[in-house]
């Protein structure tokens, strides 16, 4: 029988919580691909996504705010054969972290990166983040919101990402088959999941997305994938998936706009140069000799430091 | 033998190039040349210099004033005016002579004005005519040569002023008395891949030997000592090459001066070269180096390795490190094996970004909020930047906390002949992965009586890791009694590690051991206060050093038993605050009173450090403090 992927930790999220849809599609998305629970791993930032890998029965990193996507770079560099999936806030991604966002999307290291979009920091009561409207005024706010709000799929799509996609985590079996698909894709992926904070903000509420929210799937002639052998689609598909991506408001799209096969992953880019990477990577080699000492011949590696 | 040299320029004008073929040029004559390398932060035209000394034996440190002056630019002549003593030669070109202080532009202002008050106190016009005239009072011994008219009569086409370098140093090595072939041999290692290059740059090697035979500069033929095989590396190379020996597979950095050099060496050499006996055994394998976004990404990037099983590691200087401090204490919190090495440049904030300085020891010891172990090691020459940076991968991995290896910019750009690197000289012990999976492994495991708990591999084990205080799978927890057990756990650590390390890995005192005087030092000051003990010997006077390697754990017993003993005591460092005596104090008590400080971004030399020790003895405990200046 597959793994259900749950441990047995309290969950400690408010009632109505979308944290808990999320929750669920992560677990069923593994569980149905029938991934061995020692071969996956989740890092995340801090706040109330953080604390998702202590409710996943697999080997997990609550790290520093805004740190989850070097953390997971570093376990999924270090041993390729890992999927590292990466819940975070849209404070952990697109605020504190926003730097690391960006830059991976030039690696492509191979990350499912999954953005729990709620507008708010609610961990730490209400105050606005990222991904808030300018004027929005939620209960938890003294004054309206004077920031302007980041786009996390276009920014996404700016940044190299490869996948970049949406969903709405009262949409579970939508957000089970997009984070499927996203931990089997080979280049890094980011999917901004929309979701209600019951106790802190009081216009986005479930409601309010379910009006709005439509599936891209749900047209037929939608075609985000760029196989190889297609990259000349590439501009033509990434220009339709930044004007979806811009589409907010009485309509929003849910879905994957944007799935491009052909950048080569960071770990593929190593695999060029670094020998064995993918056989011998830096987690599994053995780094001493069969006296105890070094293996390495140091005047052999360094010999144009060799003065005769 | 003892020859001091300073080969000054245009940074990007070939200052590294012509220290490279003087380096090569003596070993080939089987000398040992040790030198440091000063430079602005800038890419092209500020002054750059590299001061160099030629012993038979190894030299271990640099001295003013300097034998030999070669000035491949006229700011040379003005900025190194105080380098200069009895029997300096001053080697320059002739169309120098026209230039006026003013003109030089690239000066730092302030030094400039220094400059010209000191031409103007003797009297002097504002000009390399003046300036050399204040040599010559010194003791200088100008020496003008058509730089130009030399290089033309070998290579008639291009501009001439690119083999000014070559010039420069070939009169250098010829006054020095070292034949003409060692320096051809040295053109052909200095520009191996470029054969052109080569034979160019010997014709200026013959034309530049054959001006300073008929100019009557040449020296007296040097002794031919027998040639032996040497690594000509620096601190930054040490450092690398350590990594990789001591098992190094993934490395992270965002660049910064002067620490880059480690990692960019590092991806030069991703391609690892295996011993013959471990050939046939070994998968060929190599390192990973990831230039990331930042120091936070870099500090825990490679902590998300050393997750995995990896040897991991960062380097970085001063600003990164302190971007790391959030990172360092997550690491010391959830027990990751992680080196930090820390090239210390002249702070606070940017700083002197190219300069000596020693000021951030007490950062590395407090950096990181809350209370964790970490290691604190330091090296202080070229060849112990090599073990150092070994035995802190061991350390992280046997006692699972961050271990931060301070190396000052002056060792990080010291280049050293060493005679060979023993692949032997400290194990590297592999890390055991488990066979089968385990679930809800006990990462944290409270039951150990040396604080360590068995470490868990991600891809092997399933287990958690959160900032956030701890039960022994790693799950969040707030109660209060696991709270003080896993503190109590993490700091066991470094009793053990001070019950297991060798004292000699920890401090060392070097000398007499019944002396009159103790020198305290750590990092590059090393070698100097070596040197300085033997001159002190030559008049009598018998000292010693108690040389501090390892601050965290502190070896408190040996260092009190030693000092409680010592009857005059000279801490001496790189800094403001006599950072190391702080920490010494905190460990044992003890307060040194004296102290020979330099914090200008300059390396010590052995001259001044023998004089304001001999001002302390003599002065017999009157003046505490002596600051050091010297250095362009």
């Known amino acids: 029988m597959a793994h259900n992927f749950k441990s047995d930790i309290a969950v400690d999220w408010c009632p109505g919580c979308g944290d808990f849809g999320i929750l669920t599609s992560i677990t069923q998305a593994l569980s149905e691909l029938n991934l061995d629970p020692k071969d996956v791993i989740s890092t995340s930032g801090i706040g109330c996504s953080g604390k998702t890998p202590h409710y996943l029965n697999i080997a997990g990193v609550h790290t520093l705010h805004g740190r989850s996507i070097p953390f997971a770079t570093g376990i999924k560099l270090s041993n390729p054969h890992l999927k590292v999936i990466v819940p975070g806030g849209d404070g952990d991604m697109l605020g504190i972290g926003a730097g690391h966002f960006v830059a991976e999307g030039r690696r492509n290291s191979g990350l499912t990166i999954m953005i729990f979009d709620n507008e708010v920091y609610g961990l730490t009561k209400g105050q606005a983040a990222p991904t808030m409207a300018l004027g929005e005024k939620t209960k938890s706010l003294a004054r309206a919101n004077v920031f302007t709000k980041v786009n996390p799929i276009t920014l996404a799509l700016t940044a190299g990402y490869s996948f970049v996609a949406r969903g709405f985590s009262f949409d579970m079996k939508q957000l089970k088959e997009i984070i499927k698909t996203a931990i089997l894709h080979e280049g890094s992926s980011v999917i901004d999941i929309l979701q209600p904070c019951p106790t802190y903000n009081n216009i986005n509420t479930m409601e309010w997305y379910r009006e709005r929210v439509y599936k891209l799937e749900d047209d037929k002639s939608w075609d985000p994938i760029i196989a190889p052998g297609n990259e000349a689609q590439a501009e033509e598909k990434f220009r339709k998936a930044y004007e979806k991506g811009n589409e907010w408001g009485d309509r929003i799209p849910t879905g994957i706009f944007y799935d491009n096969r052909t950048i080569p992953s960071f770990h593929k880019r190593l695999n060029e140069f670094v020998p064995n990477y993918y056989t011998n990577p830096p987690a599994t080699q053995i780094v001493t000799g069969s006296d105890g000492y070094t293996p390495v011949d140091v005047e052999a590696t360094f010999s144009e430091k060799i003065i005769h | ?632």
């Not at chain 2, 194990?427 to 868990?456: C, H, W």
Request: aromatic content about 6%.
């Open chain 2, 1 to 632: 033998m003892d020859l001091s040299l300073t080969i000054g320029g245009p940074q990007g004008g070939g200052i590294d190039t012509s220290s490279n073929m003087i380096n090569r040029a003596f070993a080939e004559a089987g000398y040992n040349v040790f030198g440091v390398r000063e430079y602005h932060s800038n890419i092209k035209g500020r002054h750059s210099y590299n001061h160099l000394r030629v012993k038979e034996e190894r030299p271990r440190s640099l001295k003013y004033p300097v034998d030999i002056l070669v000035a491949l630019d006229p700011d040379t002549i003005f900025e190194h005016i105080e380098d200069i003593g009895e029997g300096t030669k001053i080697i320059y070109d002739k169309s120098f002579e026209t230039s006026d202080l003013a003109q030089a532009r690239l000066i730092m202002r302030d030094t400039a004005k220094r400059i010209k008050e000191t031409l103007d106190s003797a009297s002097l016009p504002n000009n390399i005519k003046g300036a050399l005239e204040l040599a010559k009072k010194k003791g200088g011994i100008p020496m003008s040569i058509p730089f130009g008219e030399v290089v033309t009569t070998a290579i008639s086409e291009g501009p001439a002023s690119r083999y000014f370098n070559t010039l420069g140093s070939a009169i250098t090595l010829s006054i020095a008395g070292l034949e003409q072939k060692f320096a051809e041999a040295a053109i052909k290692q200095v520009f191996s891949s470029k054969p052109k290059a080569v034979e160019d740059n010997v014709k200026v090697v013959a034309a530049a030997y054959n001006y300073a035979l008929e100019n009557g500069m040449a020296g007296e033929k040097l002794k031919v000592l027998p040639k032996k095989k040497r690594l000509l590396i620096t601190g930054n190379d040490g450092s690398t090459m350590g990594k990789l020996m001591g098992g190094l597979r993934f490395q992270t950095y965002y660049p910064i001066t002067p620490a880059s050099d480690e990692s960019t060496l590092m991806e030069e050499h991703e391609n690892l070269q295996y011993i013959q006996a471990e050939k046939n055994k070994l998968k060929e394998g190599g390192v990973v180096v990831v230039q990331t976004e930042d120091e936070i990404s870099a500090v825990t990037m490679a902590q998300g390795a050393a997750l995995t099983g990896s040897r991991s590691s960062t380097a970085t200087s001063g600003p990164g490190f302190s971007l790391m401090a959030e990172g360092i204490s997550f690491a010391g919190m959830d027990e990751v094996p992680l080196v930090i090495t820390v090239y210390q440049r002249g702070g606070p904030s940017t700083g002197l970004p190219t300069r000596n300085g020693q000021s951030d020891l007490l950062y590395a010891m407090f950096a990181g909020h809350g209370e964790f172990p970490r290691m604190v090691i330091s090296s202080g020459d070229v060849e112990e930047c090599v073990y150092d940076a070994m035995s802190a991968l061991n350390y992280a991995h046997r006692y699972q906390l961050p271990v931060i290896h301070l190396i000052d910019k002056n060792l990080a750009n010291t280049t050293d002949f060493v005679p060979d690197i023993d692949l032997k000289k400290v194990k590297v012990n592999q890390a055991v992965r488990p066979t089968s999976t385990r679930l809800s492994f006990k990462r944290y495991n409270l039951d150990t009586e040396n604080g360590i708990s068995e470490m868990g591999y991600f891809g092997n084990d399933v287990f958690w890791m959160t900032g956030d205080e701890h039960d022994e799978i790693g799950h969040v927890t707030e109660d209060p009694v696991v709270r003080d057990r896993q503190m109590r756990k993490r700091f066991r650590k470094l009793e053990t590690a001070l019950n297991e390390i060798p004292l000699e890995d920890m401090v060392q005192l070097l000398g007499d051991k019944k002396a009159e005087i103790t020198f305290v030092t750590w990092g590059s000051q090393k070698g100097p206060i070596l040197d300085v003990i033997e001159d002190l010997k030559k008049e009598g006077i018998n000292a010693n050093l108690l040389y501090l390697k390892m601050f965290e754990p502190f070896p408190s017993d040996f260092v009190k038993e030693v000092l409680g003993k010592a009857k005059m005591v000279i801490n001496v460092e790189s800094n403001m605050l006599a950072q190391a005596a702080r920490i010494l104090k905190l460990n044992t008590g003890i307060d040194i009173e004296h102290n020979i400080l330099k914090y200008n971004g300059r390396h010590m030399t052995e001259d001044e450090i023998l004089e304001a020790a001999k001002e302390i003895i003599k002065g017999e405990g009157k003046k505490l403090v002596e600051v050091l200046e010297n250095g362009a």
